[in-house]
């Protein structure tokens, strides 16, 4: 059982289009965040949601809207997509409080955008 | 606020060698946690080991141990016996208290780390 899940792992498209990914965790956790890592392999958190609420957004553009339907899913939408976005998105959850603290992470998305 | 830095891009080891990965951080907080995540080609994040800034004792899992340095704001991992599997990308990374409900995870710039056979 894969504990944190995003699709698609690849994803391609064009400038101006909209485009969704998806994440979901199976572990019970509370908090689930978006990152973004860069093409430098530079990794900085976009999004946080506690138990469904909007907890951190980084100063992310607002063409990048996510959305949590319950605390099991968070999904990211990109509106008129840019060149500059393209890069690795990593969804990833983590517990609330306890002895099981850190992130788990998926397996990341690849955006390409043309 | 929270920076974390690793001053080595990359880092070149012979297999079955050692090799130590430096860290530093820079905060204010008390209490925090301080993780090492191994990304290979496969762009998998997966935790390397972890540590806890109130435990004076250094963390230690198999291979993998790290050296905290709590004053000096330092955390550096060190690989024994080194493997072929272990060429990656290598992440320091700070979390504030899970008291905290945002428990943003500020990662380091990342060390290259290929093992030579």
């Known amino acids: 059982d894969t504990a944190v899940s995003q699709t698609p792992k690849y994803l391609v498209t064009q400038m101006g289009n909209d485009k969704s990914i998806k994440c979901e965790q199976n572990?019970?956790?509370?908090?689930m965040y978006w990152y973004k890592q860069d093409s430098k392999k530079f990794l900085k958190i976009m999004f946080s949601?506690?138990?469904?609420?909007?907890?951190i957004n980084e100063t992310v553009p607002n063409r990048f809207s996510p959305k949590s339907p319950d605390k099991a899913h968070l999904n990211l939408h990109i509106n008129s997509l840019e060149l500059g976005d393209s890069a690795v998105y990593f969804c990833?959850?983590?517990?609330?409080?306890?002895?099981?603290?850190?992130?788990?992470f998926g397996s990341g998305t690849r955006l390409t955008v043309v | 606020a929270q920076t974390v830095t690793q001053s080595q891009p990359e880092m070149s080891v012979q297999e079955a060698e050692t090799v130590t990965l430096s860290c530093t951080y820079d905060?204010?907080?008390?209490?925090?946690?301080l993780f090492w995540y191994k990304q290979p080609p496969s762009r998998q994040m997966i935790l390397v080991i972890r540590?806890?800034?109130?435990?004076?004792q250094n963390a230690t899992e198999n291979r993998f141990s790290v050296n905290f340095q709590k004053a000096a704001k330092s955390f550096s991992l060190k690989i024994s016996d080194s493997q072929l599997g272990d060429t990656a990308m290598y992440f320091c990374?700070?979390?504030?208290?899970?008291?905290?409900?945002?428990?943003?995870?500020?990662f380091g710039s990342g060390t290259r780390l290929l093992v030579r056979p």
């Open positions: 540590q806890e800034a109130y435990k004076q």
């Open positions: 990374a700070f979390m504030t208290s899970w008291m905290d409900s945002s428990y943003k995870l500020i």
């Open positions: 572990l019970g956790h509370d908090t």
């Open positions: 990833a959850s983590s517990p609330t409080g306890g002895d099981d603290y850190g992130y788990t």
């Open positions: 905060t204010s907080e008390n209490n925090y946690y």
């Open positions: 949601y506690n138990n469904k609420e909007l907890i």
